[in-house]
């Protein structure tokens, strides 16, 4: 069963460089996001999409894009990486109801030179 | 957004005793969930709360939410090293930006 697939697991970038963190489910959920999670910050949510073709932002939406051209796949795009970006990025699918359980992918750990 | 304070921070206790760990808050949920994670894992849910008053029971994991559903808990009883991780509380605005998460509990159980 994959779940929610995440790649790449580890990522060291220089500052100003681009990438994109892939994220890929397979239980045909609507809802998907993307969190990054920093010590002593907790989860912060920094896009979500409630279905193809919909996206909206969350708490911390800069310096980050995404899309949503299909159900399974919700990339997260860095455009120019800065140091602040070093984190541990999680994205999450659910059925999109409030009280719907959240499936998390392993996690990218994203470092920053 | 309607914050969650998670106490204690950190708590490292030998296996078999009993723990309770908080998730408070001064607005009322229409519901919570509780996750755990592992290190080097995503969360995983371990229960959803939804009404006032009500207590579940997961094994040894017993998650209560309160009358007024502004606070909830989880207790822990014999502890096992299996129980280490980040227990995580989390709740819904209500719209669909998602969930809002606490900080966490970073629990060590210690043979």
């Known amino acids: 069963n994959a779940g929610v697939t995440q790649t790449p697991k580890f990522q060291v970038l220089k500052t100003g460089q681009s990438m994109t963190l892939q994220c890929a489910q397979d239980?045909?959920?609507?809802?998907m996001s993307w969190y990054r999670q920093d010590p002593g910050m907790g989860l912060r949510l920094i896009h979500y999409s409630v279905g193809a073709g919909i996206t909206d932002q969350g708490e911390v939406p800069n310096g980050y894009n995404v899309s949503r051209s299909t159900t399974e796949d919700f990339p997260l795009r860095l455009l120019s990486a800065a140091p602040s970006q070093t984190s541990v990025y999680f994205c999450?699918?659910?059925?999109?109801?409030?009280?719907?359980?959240?499936?998390f992918g392993e996690g990218s750990r994203l470092t920053v030179l | 957004t309607q914050l969650l304070e998670q106490s204690p921070q950190f708590l490292s206790i030998q296996e078999g005793e009993n723990l309770t760990v908080y998730c408070n808050s001064s607005s009322v949920f229409s519901s919570l969930q509780w996750y755990r994670q592992e290190p080097g894992e995503g969360p995983v849910l371990l229960v959803t709360?939804?009404?006032?008053?009500e207590v579940k029971k997961l094994k040894r994991l017993t998650f209560q939410f309160g009358d007024a559903r502004k606070d909830s808990s989880l207790h822990i009883t014999a502890a096992q090293p299996g129980d280490t991780g980040l227990y995580l509380c989390?709740?819904?605005?209500?719209?669909?930006?998602?969930?809002?998460f606490g900080k966490g509990t970073h629990l060590i159980i210690q043979p």
């Open positions: 239980m045909n959920h609507e809802y």
């Open positions: 709360v939804v009404t006032g008053g």
């Open positions: 989390a709740h819904s605005g209500g719209g669909a930006d998602g969930l809002t």
């Open positions: 999450a699918s659910s059925t999109g109801t409030n009280t719907g359980e959240l499936f």
